[in-house]
């Protein structure tokens, strides 16, 4: 029987850019992972594993700064667990997601495990993607942060202060 563990996280990363007519469109920070990482050359969000005894939206605050540098206007918990199964070690896994929303124009520093990064729309991003929690992901942020004035409930800005995680001034 397949052992099912949680030991990575997903972090979708935004920014929102004014439209000129008094609202904004959404882009979305797509990463390319490098040849020495599994699945090289495909795109994605940041990703990382969980350190032992890490809270699982710890984890993915220290994946966006050493992946990318960037600290996150707000960090949010998404309403959904991405999850897959690896037949090499017969686990399935279950992956809280989060969601960053970065400053328009904050620098992006790659670490080594990419090779590039892009700014691009959602729907090239769902274009990129190659698994379905991934895209399915981005469409479930998209609603609940988006097209919708978040809820309070999901932002962790104040628990990642607490933590001694950055936080991009306002």
Known sequence: MPEIVSC?????VFRLRPDGNGGSRDEWLLLKRAPHIRLPGSWQMVSGTIEP???????????????TGLAPLHFYQVSFVNRFYLAATDQVVLTPVFAAEVPLGAPVTLSDEHTDYEWVTPEEA??????????????I???????HEPRMESRLDALLLSQGQRVAPK
């Open 126 to 139: 769902l274009r990129r993607f190659p698994w379905p929690g991934q895209r399915e992901s981005l469409a």
């Open 53 to 67: 005894g890490e809270k699982a939206y710890v984890a993915a605050a220290r994946e966006l700064q050493e992946e």
């Open 141 to 147: 942020i998209r609603d609940q942060f988006i097209l």
């Open 8 to 12: 990575f996280v997903d972090c979708h």
